[in-house]
């Protein structure tokens, strides 16, 4: 099993982390990084084998993420993440500006019988995917250009050490 090593933010050490989706504390998390196959004029991609066998169903929900990425969530998941945000109060601007953010750009996407969906243009934009790259972020993953994707993480592991 391919391993890295990973910042842990409660100790401040480098951690070896098995590069692969799995379960901590019994809760299913998204986790390593791939670069899918991807058909730029199409904007089809394939998302990793080892990030569909975590999905409840083959939908997804892709919206803008922060930093120029996108967020994929599973069904189940977007749906807690959701709720969580329904729960802060509609009278303060912050979590309207959220709001706005995550369920004005939500698209529900289905996947094929071999894990491929297009990137509606719009998200493709937004990220200025050339050339994705899927991250596992424990909850969720992420659809970053491979280029803006290894600036963020450079900048992460400068501001780690």
């Not at 500006?97 to 493709?124: S, W």
Request: with cysteine.
């Amino acid at each position: 099993m391919r391993a890295a090593r990973e910042l842990n933010t409660v100790s401040g050490t480098r951690d070896e982390v098995p590069l692969t989706c799995g379960q901590v504390q019994g809760k299913r998390m998204f986790l390593g990084s791939y670069k899918p196959s991807f058909n730029q004029k199409a904007r089809r991609v394939a998302l990793p084998k080892k990030i569909r066998d975590y999905l409840a169903t083959s939908e997804i929900i892709l919206s803008y993420g922060f930093e120029s990425c996108l967020f994929g969530f599973d069904t189940t998941a977007w749906e807690k993440e959701a709720a969580k945000q329904l729960l802060l109060p509609l009278t303060e601007k912050h979590p309207r500006d959220i709001r706005r953010f995550f369920f004005a750009t939500a698209k529900l996407i289905r996947l094929d019988d071999q894990g491929r969906f297009v990137i509606p243009d719009n998200l493709v934009q937004y990220a200025k995917i050339a050339r994705p790259v899927v991250i596992g972020a424990g909850d969720h993953f992420e659809i970053w250009d491979q280029d803006v994707w290894q600036k963020q993480l450079s900048k992460l592991e400068k501001e780690s050490q």
